[in-house]
């Protein structure tokens, strides 16, 4: 087996220790020994070194990210029904996972707003990324360009915020909520609010 190069095995090791610690409390020593990496080989392959390297495991990893949700989701010609599977899905992987950051973008985004404008826009980058395939993925499946920006967008912050609460009680039960209201969010755009009125009073 080929032996993973050396830069590759440090955006590795700086995108574990953002899942596990952040960014402010990872430190150069502790991503060059996870990557069993001489520290000079850090500016050798990333000039501007710890940034640098969390540019690239942000990037790295949003974009994975971005492919997994894309996935969840597509098989789905029903928006809500895959919406729903996708956070019931993302519950079950947290849990096993034993409550590991699923994707550190908008976390260290959190973090670093203030402090790190570049990885703050690096970050926000990955975001717009996935809200392009996401609206993409709407459109497709029949809805106007604006509610199809807006449901992803509306996607994208639930599930971020879901994991955070599930992460801090140990708990599926928000991921599960989020999913059940982004489903009924999905299906009064799906439904139009022509098709609504016809189902007031209709017989049970």
Same mark, same amino acid.
């Given at each position: 087996?080929?032996?993973?190069?050396?830069?590759?095995?440090?955006?590795?090791?700086?995108?574990?220790?953002?899942?596990?610690?952040?960014?402010?409390?990872?430190?150069?020593?502790?991503?060059?020994?996870?990557?069993?990496?001489?520290?000079?080989?850090?500016?050798?392959?990333?000039?501007?070194?710890?940034?640098?390297?969390?540019?690239?495991?942000?990037?790295?990893?949003? #974009?994975?990210?971005?492919? +997994?949700?894309?996935?969840?989701?597509? /098989?789905?010609? =029903?928006?809500? !029904?895959? %919406?729903? $599977?996708?956070?019931?899905?993302?519950?079950?992987?947290?849990?096993?996972?034993?409550?590991?950051?699923?994707?550190?973008?908008?976390?260290?985004?959190?973090?670093?707003?203030?402090?790190?404008?570049?990885?703050?826009?690096?970050?926000?980058?990955?975001?717009?990324?996935?809200? #392009?395939?996401?609206?993409? +993925?709407?459109?497709?499946?029949?809805? /106007?360009?604006? =509610?199809?920006? !807006?449901? %992803?967008? $509306?996607?994208?912050?639930?599930?971020?915020?879901?994991?955070?609460?599930?992460?801090?009680?140990?708990?599926?039960?928000?991921?599960?909520?989020?999913?059940?209201?982004?489903?009924?969010?999905?299906?009064?755009?799906?439904?139009?609010?022509?098709?609504?009125?016809?189902?007031?009073?209709?017989?049970?």
């Amino acid at each position: 087996m080929a032996r993973v190069k050396t830069d590759e095995r440090i955006v590795v090791a700086m995108t574990e220790l953002l899942r596990r610690q952040g960014y402010a409390a990872t430190g150069i020593k502790q991503v060059v020994d996870a990557a069993e990496a001489p520290i000079g080989s850090i500016y050798h392959h990333f000039s501007g070194g710890k940034r640098d390297v969390a540019a690239a495991a942000l990037r790295q990893s949003g #974009a994975a990210y971005g492919e +997994l949700v894309g996935m969840l989701l597509a /098989p789905y010609d =029903d928006i809500a !029904a895959g %919406i729903e $599977a996708a956070f019931s899905s993302a519950a079950d992987t947290i849990a096993e996972s034993d409550w590991l950051n699923m994707c550190p973008v908008t976390t260290v985004a959190g973090e670093v707003a203030d402090t790190e404008p570049a990885l703050r826009a690096v970050a926000a980058e990955m975001i717009d990324g996935w809200v #392009a395939l996401g609206t993409a +993925l709407y459109r497709d499946r029949g809805l /106007p360009e604006a =509610d199809a920006h !807006a449901l %992803i967008l $509306a996607v994208v912050a639930a599930l971020e915020g879901a994991f955070i609460l599930a992460r801090t009680q140990r708990s599926t039960a928000p991921i599960l909520a989020a999913g059940r209201a982004m489903g009924a969010y999905a299906r009064s755009l799906t439904i139009g609010p022509e098709n609504m009125g016809s189902t007031v009073g209709a017989p049970a």
